[in-house]
């Protein structure tokens, strides 16, 4: 009874560990990730929910752009999993660094890692999972100009995610097509996809949660109306990004900041 009673304990810890990460305060969420994991380790059976917490902890490092931190959490995460023949989570952290790769622009590293990830889910039937890493690769081919690839991938990821109704990863690959859009300045479709993605939230209740998603999505919907000559509406999404990351890390606002291109939109908006 005394484990019951702890293992719930450490759960609600992880439950409000996830709730940090998803709303970008990494510091809090891995304090309570690394708490978690002395929890566990004192009760039987733990090894998933430990390779969890691991994993975690290496995504916030990696949305902190702490490269050699994530890449450390992640692998010790996948081997983890992989000693206990969990092949979702081990094919999950590989992707995971995959991304982290990707951040810091090792294309090279970053479609290593994503394709023995494909592989490895590829053999599950955790259709979410090996679609998120089609979608990912679809990022990746956007990054390095590869667009008609790009679109294949981030279509197929799309598609195997909706099939399985997970609200969340549809509405980061269409943020991730949006992006796509951008690079072949189709500022209509940006519009069209970052709407989607508003909508997704919206429907789910995730405003508050998704703050950080929310000012990617204001970010990009202000670059795209600003390429179609509407300084306002621009405007107005723009600034409506500042609030939603104002209790992030400077670090953390510098990612967003930077996949939204700020640095453009300020010029722009400071010309007549």
Not at 58 to 69: M, S, Y
Not at 172 to 177: D, E
Not at 213 to 242: E, F, M, P, S, T
Request: overall charge neutral.
């Amino acid at each position: 009874m005394k484990n019951e009673g702890q293992l719930q304990t450490t759960n609600s810890l992880v439950i409000n560990a996830d709730n940090f990460r998803n709303r970008g305060e990494t510091e809090k969420a891995i304090q309570l990730y690394r708490k978690s994991i002395g929890f566990y380790e004192k009760l039987p059976n733990q090894s998933r929910q430990i390779a969890n917490c691991m994993q975690m902890i290496g995504v916030c490092h990696k949305i902190e752009n702490r490269t050699e931190d994530a890449i450390q959490w992640l692998q010790k995460a996948s081997n983890l999993y992989n000693e206990i023949n969990d092949y979702i989570g081990a094919g999950n952290s590989l992707r995971d660094i995959g991304i982290t790769y990707l951040y810091i622009k090792n294309y090279e590293q970053a479609l290593v890692f994503l394709r023995e990830s494909e592989q490895i889910l590829a053999k599950t039937e955790d259709k979410v999972a090996y679609g998120i890493t089609i979608s990912k690769i679809g990022l990746l081919y956007t990054q390095i100009g590869q667009f008609d690839k790009a679109e294949e991938f981030l279509k197929r990821g799309l598609t195997i995610i909706r099939s399985v109704g997970n609200w969340f990863m549809e509405m980061t690959t269409l943020l991730h097509l949006a992006e796509l859009a951008y690079q072949q300045q189709n500022y209509q479709k940006i519009l069209s996809y970052t709407n989607q993605s508003l909508e997704i939230i919206n429907n789910n209740n995730q405003q508050e949660k998704q703050q950080r998603r929310l000012a990617q999505i204001h970010g990009l919907l202000a670059l795209g109306y600003l390429n179609l000559g509407d300084k306002q509406a621009a405007l107005q999404h723009y600034q409506k990004v500042a609030p939603l990351i104002a209790h992030l890390t400077t670090e953390g606002k510098n990612v967003v900041l930077a996949d939204i291109r700020a640095d453009q939109l300020e010029k722009q908006f400071q010309t007549n």
